[in-house]
C-alpha cells in the first residue's frame, strides 16, 4: 500500500469488532444457542518484557521487528541474558535461528552479519544498533525466495513490553496487502510497514498512537482497534472505499 494512499485512507475511520459465532442444535434440531466466541491469544508470545534494565541504554538487549516480504517477525538477542548473540527469523510461518561471530564491545556501536539458514538455504541479515541501543536497522539481508524483504525494528526496555502483529489490509477499490504492526501498550504508541499485493517496496506506518481504551490513531484519525492479541479496523477513505485491516500478534 502506497503511503500516500494510507494517509488517504486515513480520513475517516471507525472500529468494528469481529466476532465468530458458532450455533449448536437441540436433539430435535428446533433451537439454537451462540456460545461466547473465544478472542486469539498468542499462546507462544510473552507477556512481560524480557530485557533486563542495566541495559536500557546499552546496544545490548533485545530488540523486536516485523518483516514484510513476505510477511513475519524477527528478534534480536544481544547478549541480553547470556553472552550468547543471537536472531530468531519467523517468515510465512518458517522459523530460523541466526547466530553471529562479533563480540559485544561496550562503548561503540554494534554491526554484525547473522547467519543461518532458512528452508535448507543460506541467509545473511546484516544488524546496526548504535551504543546507546538507538537507531537498530537492518542494512542488508539475504533470505531465500524473499529478495525484497524490509524490516521495522524496536529495542525493547525493561519497563516497555515491545509486541508485533502480523496482519493483512483490503479495500473495495480494491487493493490488498499487508498489513504488519509493532507497539508498545505501556508508551501508547505503534508503527511499522505496510506494502500492496504484488509490489516490492514497502511503506513505513509512523506515529501511531494508542489511548486507553485500545484505539489506535494516526495524525488523530481513528483507523482500529487492539484488543487483546488482536487488531481490527474498518474505515472509509477519501475515495469512499471501505478500508479493513486485521491483525494478530505473532511475537
Known amino acids: 500500500m502506497k503511503k500516500q494512499s494510507l494517509r488517504q485512507f486515513l480520513l475517516a475511520g471507525i472500529f468494528l469488532s469481529v466476532a465468530f459465532s458458532s450455533c449448536k442444535k437441540d436433539e430435535d434440531n428446533s433451537n439454537s444457542t451462540t456460545p461466547t466466541p473465544t478472542p486469539y491469544t498468542c499462546a507462544t508470545c510473552v507477556t512481560a518484557p524480557q530485557a533486563y534494565a542495566a541495559y536500557d541504554a546499552s546496544s545490548k538487549g533485545v530488540y523486536k521487528g516485523v518483516v514484510i516480504g513476505s510477511t513475519g517477525t524477527i528478534k534480536f538477542d544481544i547478549s541480553n541474558d547470556s553472552s550468547l548473540i543471537t536472531a530468531v527469523l519467523t517468515l510465512d510461518g518458517t522459523t530460523a535461528t541466526l547466530t553471529s561471530a562479533v563480540s559485544w564491545v561496550s562503548g561503540v556501536s554494534y554491526i554484525a552479519?547473522?547467519?543461518?539458514?532458512?528452508?535448507?538455504?543460506?541467509?545473511?541479515?546484516?544488524?546496526?544498533?548504535d551504543a546507546t541501543g538507538t537507531n537498530p536497522i537492518i542494512l542488508t539481508s539475504s533470505i531465500p525466495g524473499h529478495p525484497s524483504a524490509s524490516f521495522n525494528l524496536i529495542k525493547e526496555k525493561s519497563t516497555a513490553l515491545i509486541e508485533c502483529f502480523?496482519?493483512?489490509?483490503?479495500?473495495?477499490?480494491?487493493?490488498?496487502?499487508?498489513?504488519?504492526?509493532?507497539?508498545?501498550?505501556?508508551?501508547?504508541?505503534?508503527?511499522?510497514?505496510?506494502?500492496?499485493?504484488?509490489?516490492l517496496e514497502s511503506d513505513d506506518i509512523d506515529d501511531g498512537t494508542i489511548d486507553a481504551s485500545g484505539n489506535l490513531y494516526m495524525d488523530g484519525l481513528l483507523i482500529g482497534k487492539l484488543t487483546g492479541d488482536n487488531i481490527d479496523g474498518t474505515f472509509k477513505d477519501s475515495d469512499g472505499s471501505t478500508v479493513t485491516i486485521k491483525g494478530k500478534r505473532t511475537l
Open 113 to 129: 552479519d547473522f547467519t543461518g539458514t532458512f528452508k535448507g538455504s543460506p541467509v545473511t541479515i546484516k544488524f546496526k544498533v
Open 166 to 199: 502480523e496482519g493483512t489490509y483490503s479495500t473495495t477499490k480494491p487493493e490488498s496487502g499487508t498489513f504488519n504492526i509493532i507497539l508498545s501498550r505501556k508508551l501508547g504508541q505503534f508503527g511499522g510497514a505496510s506494502r500492496e499485493t504484488g509490489s
